[in-house]
């Protein structure tokens, strides 16, 4: 099975933007999976939305859209509890 996920974090925003259209535009892929945690979701909205209406648009929508949460332990060894988001980019049919 292929990768198709693109995990958001500190890099430029139009680096993962360009990540999602190449996924589906040169590697033909049929989803793909934008990933996300913390303060990165609001990013990885933006970027499906960026992706998906402007770049792509048309030929991908919004397929699915998972919310949950994640426990581990920071650099502390607190335990922490962090929010996150994976939304699924599918071509339309």
Known sequence: ???NNIFIGGKPFMNYVTGVVMQFTTKNAENVVI???GKFISRAVDVA???SK???ESTVGVKDIKIG???F??????DIRVSIIE????KNQ
């Open 54 to 56: 402007r770049f792509l």
């Open 69 to 71: 949460s994640e426990e």
């Open 1 to 3: 099975m292929e990768d």
């Open 87 to 90: 939304i699924t980019l599918g």
């Open 49 to 51: 939305e960026v992706s």
């Open 35 to 37: 990933k996300a945690r």
């Open 73 to 78: 332990k920071n650099n502390e060894g607190k």
